[in-house]
């Protein structure tokens, strides 16, 4: 009887032990799918969205990406070896319906940065509250900006001095997908940029409100700012956005009329693959109300709108297994003058064109080689085309 119930303890032993492992395989072999589909931005799930998505029940996911950049201007001066930014994320699934995410960014191997730190609370299938610091969702880039995700070393310069990626801010809001519809949505109030501090004016016209970025850092709030942002994908291959972002700087003395502008920026995206051609281009639009008074007391050029848009076409050539040769070109046209009000003239500096043609090798999932060439004009009567070669090598996993 003893031996009878030995075996039967044994038989069942195996039995569950079997289970576990078939499940634990089923599971990783789940993970290892998810991650392939997702790693070459193909489902638009960026970097912390993917984590956050990966099928387990409850536990810690890791992922990251990163880029070296050589670049080269005119082949006249030295060239500049970097490595540009190391990004690493750590997930947190504490039940299937409460997450937290953070992403630590390193950048020129010295600066450190917090990008996201957010808690995800899944109320239903399609409504997620989100509260931390988060991705202001405009354009393409700023959400998708892992170096596999683009064409080209540099990320686009509209998404640098238009949008300006990356930008995150402290907040809370709502994001989900209304699928009848074909429908991803984006809600959320943010603090916002920084316009005055510590006695001086921070914006100015070069590069708009990039220098306003608080990024998290002991941040001033004086007002609430709205961003929203729409994505339709009911079309095979296409996926449409559109976003706006609308309020007021942020000063550290609240007693100076003067040391804030309103914003109302709006953003059309727009990307489309159709077999092995890839479409996508952008138009950003930022009005900024009362840069007049702004400007003359702190003694800055803060233009009054700001414009930006590019195009870019690309064709991949499929090699053995996952490798893919991908010829593009981009043409750029931002300008942080387009408009100004007041006595300030605008600068033609400021008005910018680019073309950039280069060549992607994806050499796996999640790995690419890049090299481009960069054609950089201005509207200044003239003034010179600057070059530049660029050589780099990004990842993401």
Do not use: C
Request: glycine share 10%.
């Amino acid at each position: 009887m003893k031996n009878k119930g030995l075996v039967l303890a044994l038989l069942l032993a195996s039995f569950f032990g079997y289970s576990q492992q078939n499940s634990n395989l089923q599971l990783q072999d789940s993970i290892k799918q998810f991650q392939s589909q997702q790693r070459d931005g193909s489902s638009y799930f960026n970097s912390g969205q993917r984590l956050l998505n990966t099928p387990i029940d409850k536990g810690i996911t890791l992922g990251g990406y990163g880029q070296i950049d050589y670049n080269e201007s005119d082949g006249s001066t030295p060239g500049n070896i970097d490595v540009h930014r190391l990004v690493l994320l750590f997930a947190y699934k504490f039940s299937d319906k409460v997450s937290f995410l953070t992403e630590i960014e390193v950048e020129h191997v010295k600066e450190i940065f917090i990008e996201q730190a957010y808690v995800a609370y899944k109320v239903a299938p399609s409504i997620n509250v989100l509260a931390g610091l988060m991705l202001v969702p405009m354009g393409i880039v700023n959400e998708f900006h892992e170096p596999t995700t683009y064409r080209g070393v540099e990320r686009p310069n509209v998404d640098k001095y238009i949008v300006p990626t990356t930008w995150r801010e402290l907040g809370i809001g709502v994001t989900g997908n209304i699928n009848s519809a074909s429908l991803k949505y984006q809600a959320y109030i943010f603090n916002g940029f920084i316009s005055y501090k510590e006695g001086a004016g921070v914006l100015r016209g070069s590069d708009g409100l990039r220098k306003g970025r608080q990024k998290g850092a002991e941040s001033i709030v004086t007002s609430a700012n709205f961003s929203t942002k729409f994505d339709y994908y009911g079309i095979r291959g296409l996926r449409l956005g559109l976003a706006g972002y609308f309020g007021k700087t942020q000063t550290d003395d609240t007693s100076l009329e003067q040391s804030t502008v309103g914003i109302s920026m709006l953003g059309l995206d727009a990307r489309y693959v159709y077999k092995k051609l890839e479409l996508r281009g952008q138009y950003i639009y930022t009005d900024l109300s009362d840069t007049d008074a702004y400007n003359v007391f702190n003694n800055k050029d803060l233009g009054s709108q700001m414009i930006g848009m590019y195009g870019e076409i690309a064709y991949n050539f499929p090699l053995k297994q996952d490798q893919q040769l991908t010829p593009f070109v981009r043409y750029e046209k931002y300008d942080t003058h387009a408009e100004t009000v007041g006595d300030l003239a605008k600068n033609k500096a400021y008005d910018r064109d680019e073309i950039t043609f280069g060549l992607d090798y994806k050499v796996a999932n999640g790995v690419v080689f890049k090299v481009d060439y960069q054609f950089f004009s201005n509207a200044v009567v003239d003034s010179d085309t600057k070059k530049q070669f660029n050589a780099g090598v990004g990842v993401w996993f």
